[in-house]
């Protein structure tokens, strides 16, 4: 596998050259350039008046939309960062505030405006050009792909850069998020309109659910290739389902159909190259190419860990976008995303006081294959059809070694070890068709939409023989209470599903638009081929424009999830687990003070239902025997760039229960952390100098109480330590904090304009418990701390 990763490497990057062609005589230019397109949020048509400003500290340039212009240009502009600022007649202004622009090069921005309230056209807004939902609620957020790239303590992963949004806790450590007391596998997530929930890498063990340490550790997406990102922790339209804790879309960057950029770039782990630029073969046709290969296992070792194991991870993706006509467009995406990691005993020896004793195997490939086409007819309609495959092949393997056996300071070949006792085959395949149109009436805009996807699973479970688990609980099968640890027997718990099923929805809604309110009522019907289910969710939500700077929203509706495929498959009783269900309610109001800085409030609460629990570690068997709720509000203090410097104060309250109504006490969820603030700002002295930094605090995490067995097989030659799980999050871990710095170069040479960043997590080195881990043959947990990390990264742009 590794070398067909090179080869692919290889082949991206000769790609990849011969399509650049750099020009040499475009290289030495000083200037750049910067052209948009103006067009209306909903209707996608251009808007023919406006003006537009283009802002650079104390100067300023003016362009005029006239008649049925559909953009902008701005020629002759030296290298920096810029803002825009547009204003029509009859819409919200908008500003952009981070548009870069590079020598010899055009950047590209669109502007989608929103139509401003009747009678009141001098709303102040902060915000960016993206485009606003006037029906979504407050805490609706889009972030621009320079924000994603150069967020402190991201090192461009769009994960990490969640961190200030609203509801939202991303430690670093891990490449995901969780929102609201809700974990991360809760988090809905489209990729370019399309469901692909593979966007990390290395999120399960041995099919294991991760989520109590955090997720995957590694994005699949390199940096600035992110074009914007929509998050909505709440409250979102009835064109969406499937995961009710949050909305994440991500929109993969549009190839820049003017002018080409090559970039490489390599860091201490490998390397990556990008083709930004026309496609050469139309002149209507973008493209967009990323390919990337990492072998962290170099980091873990620099940095001391190497015991963790070797990762090694590819990403391929690529993207066209074609203008066929002035109404319709196509674009095209495809992602390939394999990942390998190995743990074996020369880890285990690196492990202190081998604390970690298990062997790791696991293989993954992603693969997403997706085209959209967008129509616009009549004078105000839209449609959009995107056809998709996407699948997953993942085989993981663990197995034990006993290197407390083999006497003191054992080689390698001392000790015994058992390979591959268990082991999990997960192989998913999803077919799916979307649908998408809009048009205005007389009232407002209404939208409506359809769904039809065909999932294959082929997923299989097995141990090679009993094997001893030491941590348990007691609902996990022991024969006798006397017997203090758990065996997984081949009888109870092999299990293989192979299955398949259709998956169809509906939906419709209609925004109706009253002067200053925006109501937006609607309804979606799924039928779910698994769980034999027909699910109707009603949704409603509104705004109201209470004064120019003041805007307050309200949302209600019902949200359901489908049950995890590893939990269908676990045991056949599993194979007609329903979808869980949550029902939603906010209230927020937004304060603006000036075209800066502005304050969300934003209050919620969740009742869930139909929760889906592990009834039994032994066999998997789950039911939809849980239930519980969410409280709680967050707080967002924004200042966006003006003066060199911009700002984000974000704090979140929340309180989270569960119940598995099985006979025990309500519990806290595992993700619940009651308090969270972070605190950042940006420096931006010049155009070549960028500093950062962000201090970030939470609650610990919640945690069980327990008791421990001593010599659990009552033999010397074999001593084992279990532990019963007495209580469900009764304590907590330490408070989390950590403060991350970010510094960013870029210097123009000749043709080539090196960037270069240092991108440190935890730079104080405050000792963060990430996770307790058992050590059976100690009997103690051992804690897993996430030190300083820092994140080094040079790229040239050709």
Same mark, same amino acid.
Do not use: C
């Given at each position: 596998?590794?070398?067909?990763? /090179?080869?692919?490497?290889?082949?991206?990057?000769?790609?990849?050259?011969?399509?650049?062609?750099?020009?040499?005589?475009?290289?030495?230019?000083?200037?750049?350039?910067?052209?948009?397109?103006?067009?209306?949020?909903?209707?996608?048509?251009?808007?023919?008046?406006?003006?537009?400003?283009?802002?650079?500290?104390?100067?300023?340039?003016?362009?005029? /939309?006239?008649?049925?212009?559909?953009?902008?240009?701005?020629?002759?502009?030296?290298?920096?960062?810029?803002?825009?600022?547009?204003?029509?007649?009859?819409?919200?202004?908008?500003?952009?505030?981070?548009?870069?622009?590079?020598?010899?090069?055009?950047?590209?921005?669109?502007?989608?405006?929103?139509?401003?309230?009747?009678?009141?056209?001098?709303?102040?807004?902060?915000?960016?050009?993206?485009?606003?939902?006037?029906?979504?609620?407050?805490?609706?957020?889009?972030?621009?792909?320079?924000?994603?790239?150069?967020?402190?303590?991201?090192?461009?992963?769009?994960?990490?850069?969640?961190?200030?949004?609203?509801?939202?806790?991303?430690?670093?450590?891990?490449?995901?998020?969780?929102?609201?007391?809700?974990?991360?596998?809760?988090?809905?997530?489209?990729?370019?309109?399309?469901?692909?929930?593979?966007?990390?890498?290395?999120?399960?063990?041995?099919?294991?659910?991760?989520?109590?340490?955090?997720?995957?550790?590694?994005?699949?997406?390199?940096?600035?290739?992110?074009?914007?990102?929509?998050?909505?922790?709440?409250?979102?339209?009835?064109?969406?389902?499937?995961?009710?804790?949050?909305?994440?879309?991500?929109?993969?960057?549009?190839?820049?159909?003017?002018?080409?950029?090559?970039?490489?770039?390599?860091?201490?782990?490998?390397?990556?190259?990008?083709?930004?630029?026309?496609?050469?073969?139309?002149?209507?046709?973008?493209?967009?190419?990323?390919?990337?290969? #990492? =072998?962290?296992?170099?980091?873990?070792?620099?940095?001391?860990?190497?015991?963790?194991?070797?990762?090694?991870?590819?990403?391929?993706?690529?993207?066209?976008?074609?203008?066929?006509?002035?109404?319709?467009?196509?674009?095209?995406?495809?992602?390939?995303?394999?990942?390998?990691?190995?743990?074996?005993?020369?880890?285990?020896?690196?492990?202190?006081?081998?604390?970690?004793?298990?062997?790791?195997?696991?293989?993954?490939?992603?693969?997403?294959? %997706?085209?959209?086409?967008?129509?616009?007819?009549?004078?105000?309609?839209?449609?959009?059809?995107?056809?998709?495959?996407?699948?997953?092949?993942?085989?993981?393997?663990?197995?034990?070694?006993?290197?407390?056996?083999?006497?003191?300071?054992?080689?390698?070949?001392?000790?015994?070890?058992?390979?591959?006792?268990?082991?999990?085959?997960?192989?998913?395949?999803?077919?799916?068709?979307?649908?998408? #149109?809009?048009?205005?009436?007389?009232?407002?805009?209404?939208?409506?939409?359809?769904?039809?996807?065909? +999932?294959?699973?082929?997923?299989?479970?097995?141990?090679?023989?009993?094997?001893? +688990?030491?941590?348990?609980?007691?609902?996990?099968?022991?024969?006798?209470?006397?017997?203090?640890?758990?065996? /997984?027997?081949?009888?109870?718990?092999?299990?293989?599903?192979?299955?398949?099923?259709?998956?169809?929805?509906?939906?419709?809604?209609?925004?109706?638009?009253? %002067?200053?309110?925006? /109501?937006?009522?609607?309804?979606?019907?799924? !039928?779910?081929?698994?769980?034999?289910?027909?699910?109707?969710?009603?949704?409603?939500?509104?705004?109201?424009?209470?004064?120019?700077?003041?805007?307050?929203?309200?949302?209600?509706?019902?949200?359901?999830?489908?049950?995890?495929?590893?939990?269908?498959?676990?045991?056949?009783?599993?194979?007609?687990?329903?979808?869980?269900?949550?029902?939603?309610?906010?209230?927020?109001?937004?304060?603006?003070?000036?075209?800066?800085?502005?304050?969300?409030?934003?209050?919620?609460?969740?009742?869930?239902?139909?929760?889906?629990?592990?009834?039994?570690?032994?066999?998997?068997?789950?039911?939809?025997?849980?239930?519980?709720?969410?409280?709680?509000?967050?707080?967002?203090?924004?200042?966006?760039?003006?003066?060199?410097?911009?700002?984000?104060?974000?704090?979140?309250?929340?309180?989270?229960? !569960?119940?598995?109504?099985?006979?025990?006490?309500?519990?806290?969820?595992?993700?619940?952390?009651?308090?969270?603030?972070?605190?950042?700002?940006?420096?931006?002295?010049?155009?070549?100098?960028?500093?950062?930094?962000?201090?970030?605090?939470?609650?610990?995490?919640?945690? =069980?109480?327990?008791?421990?067995?001593?010599?659990?097989?009552?033999?010397?030659?074999?001593? !084992?330590?279990?532990?019963?799980?007495?209580?469900?999050?009764?304590?907590?871990?330490?408070?989390?904090?950590?403060?991350?710095?970010?510094?960013?170069?870029?210097?123009?040479?000749?043709?080539?304009?090196?960037?270069?960043?240092?991108?440190?997590?935890?730079?104080?080195?405050?000792?963060?418990?990430?996770?307790?881990?058992?050590?059976? !043959?100690?009997?103690?947990?051992?804690?897993?701390?996430?030190?300083?990390?820092?994140?080094?990264?040079?790229?040239?742009?050709?």
């Amino acid at each position: 596998m590794p070398i067909v990763r /090179l080869f692919i490497f290889a082949v991206a990057l000769t790609l990849a050259a011969v399509i650049a062609r750099p020009d040499p005589a475009a290289a030495q230019q000083a200037v750049g350039s910067i052209s948009g397109d103006v067009v209306d949020a909903v209707t996608q048509r251009p808007i023919g008046r406006g003006t537009v400003v283009l802002r650079m500290d104390t100067q300023a340039r003016e362009r005029q /939309l006239t008649g049925q212009d559909r953009g902008f240009d701005f020629a002759d502009i030296p290298e920096g960062l810029y803002t825009l600022e547009v204003t029509a007649p009859g819409y919200l202004p908008a500003a952009n505030q981070t548009v870069r622009v590079s020598p010899g090069k055009a950047a590209l921005v669109t502007f989608e405006m929103t139509r401003s309230p009747a009678g009141l056209e001098e709303i102040l807004v902060v915000g960016s050009s993206l485009g606003t939902d006037p029906a979504a609620s407050v805490s609706a957020t889009r972030i621009t792909r320079e924000d994603i790239r150069s967020a402190v303590g991201s090192g461009g992963d769009v994960f990490r850069a969640l961190d200030s949004l609203p509801g939202v806790i991303s430690t670093g450590e891990f490449s995901t998020f969780s929102v609201r007391g809700r974990g991360p596998r809760d988090n809905l997530i489209l990729v370019d309109n399309m469901p692909f929930d593979k966007v990390v890498h290395f999120d399960q063990t041995l099919g294991e659910d991760e989520d109590i340490g955090g997720g995957g550790r590694f994005s699949i997406f390199a940096p600035n290739l992110i074009g914007d990102a929509s998050f909505e922790p709440g409250g979102w339209s009835a064109a969406y389902s499937g995961r009710n804790g949050s909305l994440l879309s991500l929109n993969i960057a549009e190839g820049n159909r003017e002018s080409p950029t090559f970039s490489v770039r390599a860091d201490i782990a490998g390397g990556e190259v990008t083709y930004d630029g026309p496609s050469y073969v139309s002149g209507n046709t973008s493209v967009l190419l990323s390919a990337r290969y #990492f =072998d962290f296992g170099r980091v873990f070792k620099l940095i001391g860990q190497d015991d963790i194991g070797d990762p090694e991870v590819s990403d391929v993706i690529f993207k066209s976008v074609t203008q066929v006509s002035d109404v319709d467009t196509f674009s095209l995406l495809a992602i390939y995303s394999p990942e390998d990691f190995s743990r074996d005993i020369e880890n285990v020896l690196n492990s202190p006081d081998f604390e970690d004793a298990d062997l790791l195997r696991s293989e993954q490939d992603s693969v997403l294959i %997706g085209g959209t086409w967008t129509w616009l007819f009549g004078d105000t309609g839209q449609m959009s059809n995107t056809f998709f495959y996407r699948t997953t092949d993942k085989f993981g393997a663990q197995g034990e070694s006993f290197p407390d056996l083999a006497g003191p300071d054992p080689l390698a070949e001392d000790i015994a070890v058992r390979e591959d006792a268990l082991t999990v085959r997960e192989d998913e395949t999803e077919l799916g068709w979307r649908n998408d #149109f809009s048009f205005e009436t007389g009232l407002g805009t209404f939208a409506a939409g359809a769904r039809v996807s065909r +999932v294959s699973l082929d997923f299989e479970s097995r141990v090679d023989g009993d094997f001893f +688990v030491y941590v348990y609980d007691q609902n996990d099968f022991r024969p006798t209470p006397d017997q203090k640890y758990v065996v /997984l027997t081949p009888a109870r718990f092999n299990a293989a599903f192979n299955g398949k099923a259709y998956r169809y929805a509906a939906f419709v809604e209609h925004a109706f638009d009253a %002067g200053a309110l925006t /109501l937006r009522p609607g309804v979606r019907v799924d !039928r779910d081929g698994f769980a034999d289910q027909t699910l109707w969710s009603p949704r409603l939500s509104a705004t109201y424009q209470a004064a120019p700077n003041t805007r307050v929203s309200a949302t209600a509706g019902i949200y359901y999830q489908h049950p995890r495929y590893l939990s269908i498959a676990a045991d056949p009783a599993n194979n007609t687990l329903r979808n869980e269900r949550a029902d939603q309610f906010s209230v927020g109001v937004e304060q603006n003070f000036g075209p800066h800085i502005s304050v969300l409030v934003e209050a919620y609460r969740q009742d869930l239902k139909n929760l889906v629990i592990e009834s039994d570690a032994s066999t998997g068997l789950a039911s939809n025997d849980g239930s519980g709720h969410a409280t709680g509000v967050d707080v967002v203090l924004t200042k966006r760039m003006t003066d060199s410097w911009s700002g984000t104060a974000t704090y979140s309250y929340s309180r989270s229960r !569960r119940d598995d109504n099985n006979g025990t006490p309500s519990y806290t969820s595992d993700f619940n952390r009651p308090h969270a603030l972070t605190l950042g700002g940006v420096w931006e002295p010049s155009d070549r100098w960028r500093f950062g930094a962000k201090w970030k605090y939470a609650s610990g995490r919640p945690t =069980d109480s327990f008791i421990v067995s001593a010599d659990v097989f009552n033999d010397p030659a074999l001593p !084992r330590f279990s532990k019963e799980l007495t209580a469900n999050n009764v304590s907590r871990l330490r408070d989390y904090h950590s403060l991350n710095l970010r510094v960013d170069y870029r210097r123009r040479i000749g043709g080539v304009t090196l960037v270069t960043f240092l991108d440190v997590i935890n730079a104080y080195g405050r000792n963060n418990v990430s996770s307790l881990e058992w050590d059976e !043959r100690r009997g103690v947990n051992v804690i897993g701390n996430f030190g300083v990390f820092p994140q080094i990264g040079l790229k040239a742009e050709f």
